[in-house]
C-alpha cells in the first residue's frame, strides 16, 4: 500500500474532530506514502497526534479568502507543489438542523452554501498554481446519499452536498483541459462525531443497522472503506477519469431489496 501514493504531496481540507473522515484520511493517505498538509481554521491544529505529527497544519477560513490566499501561500513554501487536493468541509449554523427547513433564513442558507460548496470553489482558484506544478494533479471531494435522497435533521447539509456534486462537475469541465481530475465520494454513514451531532446517536447506530442489512456486502461502511476510495482517486492510477462519483456503500444504492 505504501506505494500507491510514493512521492504524492497534497493537502486534505478540514481535519477538525478527532472521528471526522478528513482526520482519517490525512493518516490513511499518509500510510500509503504521501505527504499530507491538512487545513483548520482558527486553532492549532487536528486533535488526533497521528495527523498532527508532521506539523502540517495551516489555518484557513474559507469564508475569509485572504485567509486562504495566506494558507496556500505557506503550503507552497512547505510543499513546494499539489497533486492533490480533498475536500472534506462541511458548515451550517448551529441549531439549524434541528429545525424545519422552512425556518431558515437567508443568512443560514448562504452559511451553509458558502462553507460547504464556495470553500470548494475558493480553494482551487488559489490552489491551482500549486496543483498545475503537478504531473498528476487530482482533486476529490466527498459528498453524500443526502443529496439524493431525503435524510432527516440533514437538509441544510443534504442541500449543499447536492450543489456541491454540481459544482465538482462544473469544475472537471473546466479543469480537464489543465490535466485536473476531479472526481467525488458519496459514503453511507459512519459513527462519527457529525452525525451523531445532527441526527443523534441512536438514529446513527440504527440507520448504520439498516444500511447493513439492505446492503450487498451485508456491512457497514468503515473509514478505511472511504480512505482507500480517496487515496486511489488522489494516485497515478487514476487517469483520464473525471466528472464522477464512487458510491462507498456496500452496494445499497444499487441494490432494489
Same mark, same amino acid.
Given at each position: ?90 458548515? /451550517? ?6 429545525? %424545519? @427547513? *422552512?425556518?431558515? +433564513? ?5 452559511? !451553509?452554501? =458558502? ?5 470548494? /470553489? ?6 491551482? %498554481? @500549486? *496543483?498545475?506544478? +503537478? ?5 476529490? !471531494?466527498? =459528498? ?114
Amino acid at each position: 500500500m505504501t506505494s500507491l501514493l510514493s512521492d504524492r504531496v497534497g493537502v486534505v481540507l478540514g481535519a477538525s474532530r478527532t472521528s471526522s473522515v478528513g482526520a482519517h484520511a490525512v493518516t490513511d493517505l499518509r500510510a500509503q506514502g504521501a505527504t499530507v498538509a491538512f487545513t483548520h481554521r482558527g486553532r492549532s491544529g487536528a486533535t488526533t497526534p497521528e495527523v498532527d505529527a508532521q506539523d502540517l497544519g495551516v489555518e484557513m477560513d474559507f469564508r475569509d479568502e485572504p485567509s486562504v490566499v495566506r494558507g496556500m501561500d505557506r503550503l507552497g513554501r512547505q510543499l513546494g507543489r499539489l497533486d492533490f487536493l480533498v475536500h472534506t468541509l462541511v458548515s /451550517v449554523p448551529e441549531g439549524a438542523l434541528q429545525r %424545519p @427547513l *422552512l425556518d431558515l +433564513s437567508a443568512e443560514e442558507f448562504s452559511h !451553509a452554501m =458558502l462553507g460547504s460548496v464556495h470553500s470548494l /470553489v475558493v480553494a482551487l482558484r488559489h490552489a491551482m %498554481p @500549486l *496543483l498545475e506544478r +503537478s504531473s498528476a494533479p487530482r482533486v476529490v !471531494a466527498l =459528498l453524500s446519499a443526502g443529496s439524493d435522497f431525503a435524510i432527516p435533521s440533514y437538509h441544510a447539509v443534504g442541500m449543499a452536498k447536492a450543489a456541491l456534486a454540481s459544482a465538482l462537475r462544473y469544475l472537471a469541465q473546466e479543469l480537464g483541459p489543465r490535466g485536473v481530475l476531479c472526481n467525488g465520494v458519496s459514503f453511507s454513514i459512519i459513527d462519527t462525531e457529525a452525525a451523531n451531532h445532527c441526527i443523534g446517536e441512536e438514529t446513527t447506530r440504527r440507520t448504520r443497522e439498516y444500511l447493513a442489512k439492505r446492503s450487498m456486502t451485508g456491512r457497514s461502511v468503515t473509514y478505511e472503506d472511504v480512505t482507500g476510495a480517496i487515496g486511489f482517486l488522489c494516485s497515478r492510477r487514476c487517469q483520464n477519469m473525471t466528472g464522477e462519483i464512487i458510491n462507498v456503500d456496500g452496494g445499497y444504492v444499487r441494490s432494489y431489496l
